[in-house]
């Protein structure tokens, strides 16, 4: 029903920035919320940021808050996150993930609220 492709993932030193692309093949890309997780070596997956189906809403892990920004284009069927002033605990595998909604303003943080995952980018920051 959906399918997702994160991209932009890289090497980049401690303070410095990237920006990830998650292309979603949908014939409704505008119904799904979509997040952003990531999951180091020998940790689990953990929640990143969250958007609502119309943008209108986004919400933070506290890790990232203030640092990371998502944000999505539903013309291009896209979602993006922006990370900023990036610290080497932030190196993990980046997954993007939708979830079907008819709410115009719900996030959704669960990992096992969100049906449909894209492969993962990796993501190594450096000191």
């Known amino acids: 029903q959906v399918q997702l492709i994160e991209s932009g993932g890289g090497l980049v030193q401690a303070g410095g920035s990237l920006r990830l692309s998650c292309a979603a093949s949908a014939r409704a890309f505008s119904t799904y919320a979509m997040g952003w997780f990531r999951q180091a070596p020998g940790k689990e997956r953990e929640f990143v940021a969250a958007?609502?189906?119309?943008?209108?809403?986004?919400y933070y892990a506290d890790a990232v808050k203030d640092r990371f920004t998502i944000s999505r284009d539903n013309a291009k069927n896209t979602v993006y996150l922006q990370m900023n002033s990036l610290k080497p605990e932030d190196t993990a595998v980046y997954y993007c993930a939708a979830r079907p909604t008819t709410a115009q303003f719900t996030v959704v943080t669960r990992e096992m609220q969100y049906d449909y995952w894209g492969q993962g980018t990796q993501v190594t920051v450096s000191s």
């Open positions: 958007i609502s189906k119309s943008g209108s809403n986004t």
